[in-house]
């Protein structure tokens, strides 16, 4: 028989756990309770630890503080309209810098590199798309033509590159860079990111092609660096998704078509920062949904549920460290549960706090089912900025090709595309793959298609010759001096 435990000796136990309970907890030191009111009010908070104390000091720091009004402190800072700045007295400026500084590390931990490969699966050939050396591509995308890429590079001017005639043609020539080409139907459309540096300038524009005629339309954009054109209700009628990029203020927006043709703009997030938009019925209700890529300070993956006829309700599924870059993402359905899941790419490094970051790379977000998702896998990549996610060697899996756009030039030049074969999905087990000559170009844009019309997908990367940040002279000197702007990686699997 089981022996029973007297009443009265349950009872002190129980007094002293619910006495434990109540005990309070030890209040944050002030130093603390200033960095999450200042640095978690409008942003995930970065980790101290996230960067060194140099960069703290030097760059970030001082950004933070033209972005805050500090009291007793004569500050000779030009403020745009609508940018608010939080204020802080110079005391509590200097109890939070003290606070950061000696808490952040002398450097940060170096990567550990995965064995790579030479690849053997994909045969490379580069392409010259213009008679100038450097390459200037700023826009790139396969649409309806399986063998034919789509362009826009920083003079303005878009063009198709077919690859069966090596042939390039001229579609546009506009002012500014084309950041992007929307084709559905008998509608098209344009992007000009009007200035690419930072600028609170709204120069950008949207042109719609209709027939031989170019119509501007009537608004302006806050450097608008993509757009999605879709019917998100039904009515026969596309609607434009821009992503206002932007750099303090900026916007994600949604387009709608009036019944003179023109277009009435509606605000979906006032934030900077919108880098991607994806039209997906994320809640099976049967209504199209946008899920959207917010980065600059507020990082996140964010859907925008369709609750009625064009009217959206936002809900953030993913929120990011500011620090951690995020640059790219892709629905797909990794475990082949019929879920879908997020694949994203974290590593835009040309800011404020330039070092490289052990924790830039791609991370597998998998869906748990009730709109959370859980990060089930990190694969490490300096300046990740693109990926692609395809079953590339058709065996049934998801297979990764990805871009660094700033990568450790010095210690791993050769890290700037990575194909990532998937062995065994289950446990995440993948061999890595590099190209013979990885330094060729600045790799930037990526896309996949059936370029030679042999049943398997061939990958297509392209080039952009900008100082985003330091990099070795021999290199620059090399692309600076040669003549590459895209290349096609040939898929041998037939």
Same mark, same amino acid.
Request: charged share 25%; with cysteine.
């Given at each position: 028989?089981?022996?029973?435990?007297?009443?009265?000796?349950?009872?002190?136990?129980?007094?002293?756990?619910?006495?434990?309970?109540?005990?309070?907890?030890?209040?944050?030191?002030?130093?603390?309770?200033?960095?999450?009111?200042?640095?978690?009010?409008?942003?995930?908070?970065?980790?101290?630890?996230?960067?060194?104390?140099?960069?703290?000091?030097?760059?970030?720091?001082?950004?933070?503080?033209?972005?805050?009004?500090?009291?007793?402190?004569?500050?000779?800072?030009?403020?745009?309209?609508?940018?608010?700045?939080?204020?802080?007295?110079?005391?509590?400026?200097?109890?939070?810098?003290?606070?950061?500084?000696?808490?952040?590390?002398?450097?940060?931990?170096?990567?550990?590199?995965?064995?790579?490969?030479?690849?053997?699966?994909?045969?490379?050939?580069?392409?010259?798309?213009?008679?100038?050396? @450097?390459?200037?591509?700023?826009?790139?995308?396969?649409?309806?033509?399986?063998?034919?890429? #789509?362009? @826009?590079?920083?003079?303005?001017?878009?063009?198709?590159?077919?690859?069966?005639?090596?042939?390039?043609?001229?579609?546009?020539?506009?002012?500014?860079?084309?950041?992007?080409?929307?084709?559905?139907?008998?509608?098209?459309?344009?992007?000009?990111?009007?200035?690419?540096?930072?600028?609170?300038?709204?120069?950008?524009?949207?042109?719609?092609?209709?027939?031989?005629?170019?119509?501007?339309?009537?608004?302006?954009?806050?450097?608008?660096?993509?757009?999605?054109?879709?019917? +998100?209700?039904?009515?026969?009628?596309?609607?434009?998704?821009?992503?206002?990029?932007?750099?303090?203020?900026?916007? +994600?927006?949604?387009?709608?078509?009036?019944?003179?043709?023109?277009?009435?703009?509606?605000?979906?997030?006032?934030?900077?920062?919108?880098?991607?938009?994806?039209?997906?019925?994320?809640?099976?209700?049967?209504?199209?949904?946008?899920?959207?890529?917010?980065?600059?300070?507020?990082?996140?993956?964010?859907?925008?549920?369709?609750?009625? %006829? +064009?009217?959206?309700?936002?809900?953030?599924?993913?929120?990011?460290?500011?620090?951690?870059?995020?640059?790219?993402?892709?629905?797909?359905? /990794?475990?082949?549960?019929?879920?879908?899941?997020?694949?994203?790419?974290? @590593?835009?490094?040309?800011?404020?706090?330039?070092?490289?970051?052990?924790?830039?790379?791609?991370?597998? #977000?998998?869906?748990?089912?009730?709109?959370?998702?859980?990060?089930? /896998?990190? /694969?490490?990549?300096?300046?990740?900025?693109?990926?692609?996610?395809?079953?590339?060697?058709?065996?049934?899996?998801?297979?990764?090709?990805?871009?660094?756009?700033?990568?450790?030039?010095?210690?791993?030049?050769?890290?700037?595309?990575?194909?990532?074969?998937?062995? %065994?999905?289950?446990?995440?087990?993948?061999?890595?793959?590099? +190209?013979?000559?990885?330094?060729?170009?600045?790799?930037?844009?990526?896309?996949?298609?059936?370029?030679?019309?042999? @049943?398997?997908?061939?990958?297509?990367?392209?080039?952009?010759?900008?100082?985003?940040?330091?990099?070795?002279?021999?290199?620059?000197?090399?692309?600076?001096?040669?003549?590459?702007?895209?290349?096609?990686?040939?898929?041998?699997?037939?």
């Amino acid at each position: 028989m089981p022996i029973k435990q007297p009443y009265f000796s349950v009872v002190p136990l129980l007094f002293i756990i619910l006495m434990g309970s109540c005990k309070k907890e030890k209040p944050k030191p002030k130093e603390a309770q200033l960095y999450d009111t200042y640095c978690a009010s409008c942003h995930l908070a970065p980790k101290i630890d996230e960067l060194p104390k140099e960069v703290w000091k030097k760059s970030v720091l001082p950004a933070m503080m033209a972005r805050m009004e500090v009291e007793g402190l004569e500050q000779d800072v030009v403020v745009e309209p609508g940018v608010l700045r939080p204020k802080i007295t110079l005391n509590e400026w200097v109890q939070l810098e003290n606070y950061i500084v000696s808490n952040a590390p002398e450097s940060l931990e170096s990567i550990k590199m995965p064995h790579a490969d030479t690849v053997k699966q994909f045969k490379t050939k580069s392409f010259a798309l213009d008679e100038q050396n @450097g390459a200037m591509i700023t826009y790139l995308e396969f649409l309806n033509e399986d063998n034919q890429v #789509y362009y @826009g590079d920083l003079t303005g001017t878009l063009g198709s590159f077919d690859f069966a005639e090596e042939k390039s043609d001229q579609i546009y020539q506009g002012n500014s860079p084309v950041t992007w080409y929307s084709k559905k139907d008998s509608v098209t459309i344009v992007s000009e990111v009007g200035i690419i540096r930072p600028s609170e300038l709204e120069k950008g524009k949207l042109f719609r092609k209709v027939g031989e005629d170019t119509l501007t339309l009537q608004n302006n954009f806050h450097r608008p660096v993509h757009t999605l054109l879709e019917d +998100l209700n039904g009515d026969g009628k596309k609607e434009i998704v821009v992503s206002e990029f932007g750099n303090e203020s900026g916007r +994600l927006s949604l387009l709608i078509e009036n019944d003179e043709g023109k277009y009435d703009k509606k605000v979906l997030l006032n934030l900077p920062g919108a880098i991607r938009t994806v039209a997906k019925d994320m809640n099976k209700d049967g209504k199209l949904d946008i899920v959207a890529l917010m980065t600059q300070s507020t990082e996140s993956i964010t859907v925008f549920h369709q609750t009625e %006829d +064009l009217v959206f309700e936002a809900e953030q599924l993913l929120g990011f460290s500011p620090l951690f870059g995020t640059s790219w993402f892709e629905l797909v359905d /990794y475990n082949g549960d019929g879920l879908e899941d997020i694949i994203t790419v974290q @590593g835009d490094n040309a800011d404020i706090s330039y070092v490289h970051k052990p924790y830039h790379g791609m991370r597998i #977000y998998l869906n748990n089912g009730n709109n959370t998702y859980s990060e089930s /896998y990190f /694969y490490p990549m300096y300046g990740a900025t693109r990926v692609l996610s395809r079953d590339f060697d058709q065996d049934g899996d998801t297979d990764f090709a990805l871009i660094s756009t700033f990568p450790n030039y010095l210690e791993f030049p050769e890290r700037s595309f990575v194909y990532l074969e998937n062995k %065994d999905s289950e446990t995440f087990e993948f061999s890595t793959h590099i +190209l013979e000559d990885p330094s060729l170009a600045r790799w930037f844009l990526m896309d996949a298609s059936d370029v030679d019309d042999d @049943g398997d997908l061939d990958i297509v990367l392209s080039s952009l010759t900008l100082g985003f940040t330091p990099v070795p002279d021999v290199l620059s000197d090399r692309w600076n001096n040669t003549n590459v702007d895209i290349m096609l990686l040939e898929n041998l699997l037939h």
